[in-house]
């Protein structure tokens, strides 16, 4: 008997190398692939901006990273006590106004350096839903509420060709900032319930309808299925969160294992396992640190990290290092 759809991901034609500088951007599942690829050691560089869930403010981030934008005191606002920006996650905010925006645009430089030398963007799109200022004399689009009241916002979907007209903006100058960049597109199979269901379906479907109209028959924009792995694949409540809408642990391991048969090639397979099984050794709490036991396996992990890195010398094993030195 069959008890899953069958569902056959095509092999990518450009294999993403554990050495390459990789880019991700959108919303909190990017953040759950892009530490799978952080534990692997690969070189990666994070939403700048922190989690985006809507097409627009994805947009926003990487038009700020390319034109290295500096962000001014003025742009912040202050709720609670706490300093915020409508474009930034709540991740920058603090109570140091200067500290926030110090960290806010050193963030936008790093992304701006890391993105002119990419060779892959992943970026997953979670909602077509986006809040505006209701308050504002502009038309202003907020990436992150902050906990600020209903009542300061506006709620909208997106227009798809809204979506489409400013999505293609930013990929024309993605290709003349960075030429050699190939971009995946991803759907988050996180399920905005709050929003309604049907409003939900809606939502992914505008989302679905935008990534095809901007990357088909275009080698260098690519789509990977997540989306479709956990919801049409996996298709089942044991494979999320408590709150029934997150993917667990073992659904993202799994999406996880099925990006790495899309993209990676069998040596760089076999590298991310051999570096894995490193990381596990460490993670590793003895009772008796001082055993002449645990002295050769902290010295036998010590050998494994200098012959991976004879072979990869760009793997840095510096917090490992350090760590088996205490």
Known sequence: MQFQLSFNIKRSLSDICHSDAVMLCGSCFTENIGSKMSGAKMNICMNPQGILFNPMSIANCLEACMDN????????????EIWNHWDFHSRFSGTDKDVVLSEMNRSIKKGNNFLKQADWLIITFGSS???????????IGVGNCHKAPGNWFEKRMLDIDEMQQRWQQTLD??????????????ISPVRHYR???AENNLSKARLFELIYRLADKKEHLQYFPAFEIVNDVLRDYRFFEQDMVHPNHQATQFVWEQFVKTYFNDTDINLSRQIEDIITALNHRPRFKETSAHQRFQEGVKQKIV???GKFPYLNFDEEMHQMQY
């Open 129 to 139: 839903y986006q809040y505006f200022l209701s308050a504002s004399n502009d038309i």
């Open 307 to 309: 012959s991976l890195k």
């Open 69 to 80: 934008k500096e962000y001014n005191a003025n742009e912040l606002f202050q709720h609670n």
């Open 173 to 186: 100058k993605l290709k003349v900032f960075n030429p050699n960049l190939k971009i995946i597109f991803t």
């Open 195 to 197: 929003d309604g269901l």
